[in-house]
């Protein structure tokens, strides 16, 4: 099978994906509005990618371990916690349940 | 732009070295499964310099692989992608008065935790210092990873087993979850990350995160009231 291709077609089109957004603002001012809406919308990607890679595995329910960890990240960093504390704690509890046999 | 987020961190640079490790990790558990899959070393390396996005890397790789439809493959990797045409808006403001080459190369570098750190900056310079430090950081990391992940093979099995997998949402979720505290951007984080869960169970990668966007409408009408 050719290698090249879609390599090269994935890396044309993301590159494009990525260029589109810086290339959007040039050609329009910014109301306090917009850029209001942005940030949320910034916040709303992020908390749907924690979510959904927390919680859906291949179309299915994740299991325990990694929405374990990630519920320990939520709530460190809800209660304000250091950034490496927060990291470390959510890798350690899925790796320890998982260690323990917990999938 | 203006950031809602107003607690920035003690330490930025420590905060990006611990994610640019973690990345790293990732990175070689990605090229010791591509070097393991039987694909030559040249693709994985390649990848990760050109299209440097590892969730769509390891979709592509994993299709590649097993002989499944490239055409399909692409497809399925672009749609996870999709996401960064309103991330790299959000942080297109570290690029005003930069040169278009410049502007390039800093568009190659958007990726979930460089827009996350930019955003935790309220300040311009602070803003622009945070997306040019994780950029970089993060491609040297992944591609050293890929590399030495390439090279030794079969030596390194699941990151799972070190929960790598739990540090990714971890991550983006302490970088976030100061935007949290305001209710009107929690509400929309809230209805999005229901909507997307849902559309996760049954649509293909990608898909439910666009969809979560639905979830800044209240907020889209909420702001008009007052505005």
Not at chain 1, 16 to 38: D, W
Not at chain 2, 179 to 197: E, F, P, S
């Amino acid at each position: 099978m050719n290698l090249v291709l879609p390599i090269v077609a994935l890396a044309v089109g993301t590159m494009a994906f990525r260029v589109a957004g810086p290339l959007l603002r040039t050609r329009m001012t910014l109301s306090p509005r917009v850029e209001q809406l942005t940030s949320v919308s910034v916040a709303v990607i992020f908390v749907a990618l924690v979510a959904t890679s927390a919680l859906v595995v291949d179309n299915g329910f994740a299991g325990v371990a990694l929405p374990a960890g990630v519920a320990v990240a939520a709530l460190l960093a809800w209660k304000k916690a250091p950034f490496v504390a927060i990291v470390v704690a959510a890798a350690s509890t899925t790796g320890i349940l998982r260690l323990l046999g917990v999938s | 732009m203006r950031s809602i987020l107003r607690t920035p961190p003690s330490s930025p640079s420590r905060d990006i070295a611990l994610v640019c490790l973690a990345d790293g990790l990732v990175g070689a558990s990605f090229g010791a499964i591509a070097v393991s899959a039987g694909l030559p070393i040249w693709v994985p390396v390649a990848m990760s310099v050109f299209v440097f996005a590892g969730a769509a890397q390891f979709i592509l790789v994993g299709v590649l692989a097993a002989g499944g439809n490239p055409l399909a493959a692409v497809a399925s990797a672009l749609l996870v992608n999709t996401r960064l045409v309103p991330l790299g808006f959000s942080i297109s403001d570290t690029f005003d008065g930069t040169s278009w080459p410049r502007k390039l190369l800093g568009s190659h570098l958007i990726t979930d935790e460089a827009v996350a750190f930019t955003a935790m900056e309220s300040e311009r310079t602070r803003r622009r210092a945070a997306f040019w430090l994780c950029g970089i950081g993060l491609f040297v990391a992944w591609n050293t990873g890929v590399l030495i992940g390439a090279f030794l093979g079969g030596q390194i099995t699941d990151t799972a087993a070190l929960g790598l997998d739990a540090a990714f949402p971890a991550v983006l979720i302490a970088l976030i979850m100061p935007a949290l505290r305001d209710a009107l951007t929690r509400n929309a984080a809230l209805i999005g990350a229901a909507i997307a869960v849902a559309a996760a169970l049954v649509l293909p990668p990608g898909l439910p995160v666009l969809l979560a966007l639905l979830g800044v409408i209240p907020a889209y009408v909420a702001t008009k009231v007052n505005a």
